[in-house]
């Protein structure tokens, strides 16, 4: 199955910016939509943005709308995840995910995504100090 490793997280001060990467290993990457999801302690994992996989298609979450860019270079096997103006509620640990199923855009309704989407990364770290 594919996996998935991400990186570009870190500590940034509110205002600040950061760039997510997630790269795949996989041979059929074109196939996969890509998306982004984020768990702050205490809380539910949340769905920030997902892109599709060859339609470049994107859904965000409300609150990031403006602020968070996702994209993917399908050559490099990889989707990106541009924030700026981070705030200190955007503190939470960053997943990647795929799937050549679920659209994207049905994503955000996904009940249980990490049943139901393929493959995961290890999360990466976003700390947003105020």
């Known amino acids: 199955q594919v996996q998935l490793v991400e990186s570009g997280g870190g500590l940034v001060q509110a205002g600040g910016s950061l760039r997510l990467s997630c790269t795949a290993s996989s041979s059929t990457f074109n196939n996969y939509g890509m998306g982004w999801f984020r768990q702050a302690p205490g809380k539910e994992l949340e769905f920030v943005a997902a892109i599709s996989g060859t339609a470049g298609r994107t859904i965000y979450v409300h609150s990031s709308e403006g602020r968070f860019t996702i994209s993917r270079d399908n050559a490099a096997n990889t989707v990106y995840l541009e924030m700026i103006n981070l705030k200190p509620d955007d503190t939470a640990v960053y997943y990647c995910?795929?799937?050549?199923?679920?659209?994207?855009?049905?994503?955000?309704?996904?009940?249980?995504?990490?049943?139901?989407?393929?493959?995961w990364g290890q999360g990466t770290v976003v700390t947003v100090s105020s």
């Open positions: 995910a795929a799937d050549t199923i679920i659209q994207p855009i049905n994503w955000p309704g996904t009940t249980n995504p990490r049943l139901s989407l393929e493959a």
